[in-house]
């Protein structure tokens, strides 16, 4: 009996519990119930959370400047390279970002003026459709009419020059590889045009068929229109076809030895990959001993050499007076220790003329005159012509060669010249 009136305890108790359970899960659910039932008496519902707000691009600034910084005059290209920009967002952070070409598309440039010339010009750059405002785009642009330089410093750097002399002399380039664009054609009116310092190496081409002009410069200080000094190079064109530079109008006179019209290679390295030299003069008015020595090229000093790979020297003259005087080389004259190596090309209508002794105008193509040391002519394949130049000596008026002054090379006229003899002696000549 007392076991039974324990269990049925036992069992009582279990029922209680159970009926608590309930309870409570029904006022859970009326609670649930409460939060998602609309408020009735003055009840106040718990706010529904919402998104945190989107973070955008607010505002954009130019932290480095891009590298290029000339500019041809109504040119449409624009080069960012190098840019850095501080991009900043809406919740107040901040993000450097470097210019990539992969991203060229989110890049454009605006209130770039590039209808007039100037070295301070500016430009808003827009990113992402964010557009920088006054004190935070790209400053110290220049729009040139001429040229633009680029060195072989790492990164590139890029500078423009008003004028063909300031871009060949400019400080601090000296001793670099450079190409020189021209964007225009350029009148030379006094001085000439130096490639100066050893290691120096510029190319020399244009956007697009461009002119140098000399002019007619008398006295013992001139000098040809260019002159490439010990340890320089210069390289008109950058290939065979690349026709786009002229070099012509220069006067080279004075009473003393003229040393080319064109271009004066002083010891130093002319290739001519192509362009045009032509209507230059090298004139020695000396009334006894007046040289001029080539007319469109001069090639000259201990190392001075000379390249043609293509292009056109014509219409040149190397013009000496006097007795004693030569004229030599109305194309290109070689003296002392000079070599010229022609490859291709066309050397043709230019003349070599001794005005008061005939028979000293020397070599109306080219002239290689030797004195000291080894000058030397090598003329080589099948499409270097040396052709229609003119002398006023006898002979030789596409190529003279004087002396020991040695012609060589794998051109078929090579092997066959016309033989003569003067009061120098030995003498070669093509005509």
Same mark, same amino acid.
């Given at each position: 009996?007392?076991?039974?009136?324990?269990?049925?305890?036992?069992?009582?108790?279990?029922?209680?519990?159970?009926? $608590?359970?309930?309870?409570?899960?029904?006022?859970?659910?009326?609670?649930?119930?409460?939060?998602?039932?609309?408020?009735?008496?003055?009840?106040?519902?718990?706010?529904?959370?919402?998104?945190?707000?989107?973070?955008?691009?607010?505002?954009?600034?130019?932290?480095?400047?891009?590298?290029?910084?000339?500019?041809?005059?109504?040119?449409?290209?624009?080069?960012?390279?190098?840019?850095?920009?501080?991009?900043?967002?809406?919740?107040?952070?901040?993000?450097?970002?470097?210019?990539?070409?992969?991203?060229?598309?989110?890049?454009?440039?605006?209130?770039?003026?590039?209808?007039?010339?100037?070295?301070?010009?500016?430009?808003?750059?827009?990113?992402?459709?964010?557009?920088?405002?006054?004190?935070?785009?790209?400053?110290?642009?220049?729009?040139?009419?001429?040229?633009?330089?680029?060195?072989?410093?790492?990164?590139?750097?890029?500078?423009?020059?008003?004028?063909?002399?300031?871009?060949?002399?400019?400080?601090?380039?000296?001793?670099?590889?450079?190409?020189?664009?021209?964007?225009?054609?350029?009148?030379?009116?006094?001085?000439?045009?130096?490639?100066?310092?050893?290691?120096?190496?510029?190319?020399?081409?244009?956007?697009?068929?461009?002119?140098?002009?000399?002019?007619?410069?008398?006295?013992?200080?001139?000098?040809?229109?260019?002159?490439?000094?010990?340890?320089?190079?210069?390289?008109?064109?950058?290939?065979?076809?690349?026709?786009?530079?002229?070099?012509?109008?220069?006067?080279?006179?004075?009473?003393?030895?003229?040393?080319?019209?064109?271009?004066?290679?002083?010891?130093?390295?002319?290739?001519?990959?192509?362009?045009?030299?032509?209507?230059?003069?090298?004139?020695?008015?000396?009334? $006894?001993n007046g040289w001029g020595i080539g007319g469109g090229v001069h090639v000259g000093g201990t190392s001075g050499s000379f390249t043609m790979n293509g292009g056109t020297i014509?219409g040149n003259t190397a013009k000496g007076n006097g007795s004693d005087g030569r004229g030599i080389g109305g194309g290109v004259g070689i003296y002392l220790s000079g070599t010229?190596t022609m490859n291709g090309g066309t050397i043709s209508n230019n003349n070599a003329v001794n005005t008061s002794t005939s028979a000293n105008g020397l070599g109306g193509g080219?002239?290689?005159?030797?004195?000291?040391?080894?000058?030397?002519?090598?003329?080589?394949?099948?499409?270097?012509?040396?052709?229609?130049?003119?002398?006023?000596?006898?002979?030789?008026?596409?190529?003279?060669?004087?002396?020991?002054?040695?012609?060589?090379?794998?051109?078929?006229?090579?092997?066959?010249?016309?033989?003569?003899?003067?009061?120098?002696?030995?003498?070669?000549?093509?005509?």
């Amino acid at each position: 009996m007392k076991k039974f009136i324990a269990y049925l305890r036992s069992a009582m108790l279990i029922i209680v519990a159970m009926g $608590s359970l309930i309870s409570c899960g029904n006022d859970f659910n009326d609670m649930m119930k409460d939060r998602t039932s609309p408020p009735s008496g003055g009840e106040t519902p718990l706010p529904t959370p919402t998104p945190p707000p989107s973070i955008t691009l607010s505002s954009i600034s130019v932290k480095i400047q891009p590298t290029r910084i000339a500019y041809g005059l109504n040119s449409n290209d624009f080069d960012f390279t190098d840019m850095e920009l501080t991009l900043k967002y809406s919740d107040g952070s901040t993000q450097d970002k470097i210019y990539s070409p992969a991203e060229a598309s989110l890049y454009s440039v605006t209130n770039f003026d590039r209808a007039t010339t100037g070295s301070s010009k500016t430009a808003d750059v827009t990113y992402g459709g964010v557009t920088t405002t006054a004190g935070g785009n790209i400053t110290g642009l220049g729009v040139h009419n001429l040229v633009a330089k680029r060195g072989i410093s790492s990164p590139f750097t890029y500078y423009g020059y008003d004028t063909l002399q300031t871009a060949f002399g400019s400080s601090g380039e000296s001793g670099k590889t450079a190409t020189i664009t021209m964007y225009a054609d350029e009148n030379i009116t006094s001085g000439n045009i130096a490639v100066s310092g050893s290691g120096t190496d510029i190319t020399l081409t244009g956007n697009a068929p461009r002119t140098i002009t000399g002019y007619n410069c008398w006295g013992n200080d001139c000098t040809a229109l260019f002159t490439i000094n010990s340890g320089a190079s210069l390289t008109l064109g950058t290939a065979v076809s690349d026709n786009t530079i002229t070099i012509t109008g220069h006067t080279n006179s004075a009473s003393q030895m003229r040393a080319g019209g064109g271009v004066y290679v002083y010891q130093g390295t002319f290739i001519m990959n192509g362009g045009t030299i032509s209507g230059n003069t090298a004139y020695s008015d000396n009334a $006894s001993n007046g040289w001029g020595i080539g007319g469109g090229v001069h090639v000259g000093g201990t190392s001075g050499s000379f390249t043609m790979n293509g292009g056109t020297i014509s219409g040149n003259t190397a013009k000496g007076n006097g007795s004693d005087g030569r004229g030599i080389g109305g194309g290109v004259g070689i003296y002392l220790s000079g070599t010229f190596t022609m490859n291709g090309g066309t050397i043709s209508n230019n003349n070599a003329v001794n005005t008061s002794t005939s028979a000293n105008g020397l070599g109306g193509g080219v002239g290689v005159y030797y004195e000291t040391g080894s000058t030397n002519f090598v003329w080589n394949g099948t499409t270097a012509e040396i052709i229609d130049n003119t002398n006023s000596a006898p002979n030789g008026k596409q190529v003279y060669k004087n002396n020991s002054g040695i012609v060589s090379g794998t051109h078929g006229n090579v092997s066959s010249p016309t033989s003569g003899t003067n009061s120098s002696g030995y003498t070669a000549y093509w005509d």
